[in-house]
């Protein structure tokens, strides 16, 4: 085996190798670090380089025994030269300077024995006081005073003059803090307080009343089916008993049934915007129940096409197709396209709204009609001359409903009941619900308050309400919701706002995050149960984190801070307008969800068999 020519250059060549790997190394290390630090100075949840060097440099001072336990020397050391030239440079910093301080020689001080002209003097002072103290801005933050506008540095260099070199300091940064904290105002939570008084108000008179009405749904998850037996089977079309099954709604929050909640303002999609699959739905009746004599001809020519009046052998009569009415008895009659008699006909079939909530009309006698749980409809004797939607999206004590359209009798005119919007967030949907939604409310509404005040707190709780029903119809376009859940929802995703802003002061912050949270998490995961909306919950806790970033006051920890939450301030206001508008366009527009199969695992999850999440 030979050796290399020059060992020693090949060794000195492996070196310089080995310490260019240690170099890229420590350079690829430093470069991660820098990307960490860099992002967790934007969200808040590391400290600045200079709270950084001002710990370090309070460590160094601690260990020279400068600073004793007590904020004084210890005894037998001195300190050092530095030290003491760095402190002095500190106290004459003229940052830390106020103008607010009284002179320090009394005779500066102005005196007067007239009560007239020191009580004059004392409003000056005080005015002075007032307007060189911070305040909180509108849109968050805290504005300046009127002195420090005055001296603000953006316009001594707008006019041209050099500002003055000033040499920054933590005990600066801590002044600024405190003053801001004491500028903050503590509001009382007369708004969370005054809603949750109205709500709790409105929902036990209506839990009361539906009660009275005996509208409570069982107690129970999903829907069940029963099969009549016996005596409880309704007759048929020919008079002979019939067997058939409807479906049970149950309700584990203990409350009242989709249709009752209908009445007194749920939201349900198809009473808020035309509705596509009504709409064709609508239009498939009206071709097959067709006929000249109510303005729908039938296109087929034939003898036996459309509807037309069916008589029985019992004088039995009702509106059929020609096969059902052959099939209803022997010596029946079927008259094409002819509409039975009112006034001579023992009419025993009509139309029957109401079977479920989706609208959909049957043909059935008034016994099987209210078995099923429908309406059945005294007036009407096609499905193609009846608007199902009517009577489903009527407003009980309010007088609003929607009209049927004049030329296509069996779809309305204009379904637009916007205030389906609002009127959910004072109702809810079972005595449960609304013990849980009060207790939540109270728990984060108060401490959202008490820093945001009346009129911020009352935006953040519409705009989160009004957006997760607004996101909410564009995705549960079937079922009945009610509750104030998507604004209590916003004012959890608030209050994870304010941790974030405030992450620097927040004693065990990370531990606050995760109970916080969890929380929000464990909320989302109830909200998979059937009868509760949870896509309006993850749209209030959107808009609420939105929201809460423009309208919610804070404080900032140097200019670093200062500038990431002005910049996140001037993108969320657009960021939130733009919101609200695509939401309400998409609403309006979008009649369709197929472009996304799992969404649906997001509001239901069918823990057992009776849980349908269709």
């Given at each position: 085996m030979s050796r290399p020519a020059n060992p020693q250059a090949a060794f000195r060549q492996q070196g310089r190798r080995s310490s260019a790997w240690q170099v890229a190394q420590e350079q690829t290390v430093k470069g991660v670090s820098n990307v960490g630090n860099a992002l967790g100075r934007w969200f808040g949840v590391t400290a600045d380089h200079e709270e950084v060097?001002?710990?370090?440099?309070?460590?160094?001072?601690?260990?020279?025994?400068?600073?004793?336990?007590?904020?004084?020397?210890?005894?037998?050391?001195?300190?050092?030269?530095?030290?003491?030239?760095?402190?002095?440079?500190?106290?004459?910093?003229?940052?830390?300077?106020?103008?607010?301080?009284?002179?320090?020689?009394?005779?500066?001080?102005?005196?007067?024995?007239?009560?007239?002209?020191?009580?004059?003097?004392?409003?000056?002072?005080?005015?002075?006081?007032?307007?060189?103290?911070?305040?909180?801005?509108?849109?968050?933050?805290?504005?300046?005073?009127?002195?420090e506008e005055a001296t603000d540095l953006g316009a001594s260099r707008r006019q041209g003059a050099s500002p003055p070199k000033r040499r920054h300091s933590k005990l600066r940064n801590d002044t600024l803090v405190a003053r801001q904290l004491q500028a903050l105002p503590t509001f009382t939570p007369y708004f969370i307080y005054l809603i949750t008084f109205v709500q709790f108000a409105l929902s036990v008179a209506f839990f009361a009343y539906a009660f009275s009405q005996n509208a409570f749904a069982p107690f129970g998850l999903g829907w069940a089916t029963n099969v009549c037996t016996g005596f409880d089977c309704p007759d048929g079309f020919n008079g002979s008993t019939i067997t058939v099954s409807r479906r049970v709604e149950h309700n584990f929050l203990y409350g009242p049934n989709s249709k009752y909640l209908l009445q007194f303002g749920a939201k349900l999609t198809p009473c808020m915007r035309p509705d596509n699959e009504g709409l064709i739905r609508a239009a498939i009746e009206r071709d097959t129940q067709c006929g000249s004599t109510w303005g729908y001809p039938c296109e087929s020519t034939s003898l036996t096409a459309g509807y037309g009046c069916c008589a029985l052998s019992s004088s039995r009569k009702g509106m059929t197709d020609y096969a059902t009415c052959m099939a209803a008895g022997t010596n029946s009659t079927w008259q094409q396209n002819t509409l039975c008699s009112e006034a001579r006909d023992y009419i025993v079939i009509r139309p029957c709204c109401g079977i479920?909530?989706?609208?959909?009309?049957?043909?059935?006698?008034?016994?099987?009609?209210?078995?099923?749980?429908?309406?059945?409809?005294?007036?009407?004797?096609?499905?193609?001359?009846?608007?199902?939607?009517?009577?489903?999206?009527?407003?009980?004590?309010?007088?609003?409903?929607?009209?049927?359209?004049?030329?296509?009798?069996?779809?309305?005119?204009?379904?637009?009941?916007?205030?389906?919007?609002?009127?959910p967030l004072f109702l809810h949907a079972g005595v449960i619900q609304l013990a849980i939604i009060i207790a939540i409310q109270l728990y984060a509404g108060c401490d959202v308050e008490r820093e945001a005040g009346f009129l911020r707190t009352l935006l953040i709780?519409?705009?989160?309400?009004?957006?997760?029903?607004?996101?909410?119809?564009?995705?549960?376009?079937?079922?009945?919701?009610?509750?104030?859940?998507?604004?209590?929802?916003?004012?959890?995703?608030?209050?994870?706002?304010?941790?974030f802003q405030s992450w620097q002061i927040v004693s065990n912050a990370w531990s606050e995050f995760f109970k916080l949270g969890g929380f929000s998490l464990l909320l989302l995961m109830v909200g998979t149960l059937p009868f509760i909306d949870n896509w309006s919950h993850i749209g209030g806790f959107v808009f609420g984190i939105v929201s809460?970033?423009?309208?919610?006051?804070?404080?900032?920890?140097?200019?670093?801070?200062?500038?990431?939450?002005?910049?996140?301030?001037?993108?969320?206001?657009?960021?939130?307008?733009?919101?609200i508008v695509l939401a309400f366009v998409t609403f309006y527009r979008l009649q369709t969800t197929s472009f996304c199969s799992w969404c649906k695992y997001l509001n239901c999850i069918p823990y057992t068999s009776q849980i349908e999440c269709s």
């Open positions: 060097q001002h710990r370090a440099e309070a460590y160094r001072r601690r260990k020279s025994g400068f600073v004793g336990p007590q904020g004084g020397m210890h005894r037998g050391v001195q300190p050092s030269e530095s030290v003491v030239s760095q402190l002095k440079s500190v106290l004459n910093d003229s940052d830390l300077s106020s103008s607010d301080d009284e002179p320090a020689d009394p005779a500066d001080r102005p005196m007067t024995r007239n009560y007239a002209q020191g009580m004059a003097h004392y409003r000056d002072l005080r005015m002075r006081e007032l307007n060189n103290a911070p305040r909180p801005g509108w849109f968050g933050g805290m504005n300046k005073g009127k002195d479920g909530l989706d609208s959909k009309c049957e043909i059935i006698t008034a016994l099987e009609c209210s078995f099923r749980g429908g309406s059945w409809q005294m007036n009407e004797q096609l499905c193609s001359r009846t608007m199902c939607l009517g009577s489903l999206c009527y407003l009980n004590r309010g007088g609003f409903y929607l009209t049927a359209n004049q030329k296509l009798a069996n779809q309305p005119e204009n379904a637009n009941q916007w205030y389906r919007f609002i009127l709780y519409f705009i989160s309400g009004i957006g997760g029903y607004v996101i909410s119809g564009i995705f549960l376009t079937s079922q009945v919701t009610t509750g104030a859940d998507p604004a209590v929802y916003g004012l959890l995703a608030v209050l994870l706002v304010e941790l809460g970033i423009v309208f919610l006051p804070y404080v900032t920890f140097g200019d670093w801070d200062l500038n990431r939450k002005r910049i996140l301030l001037l993108i969320c206001i657009p960021v939130l307008i733009l919101m």
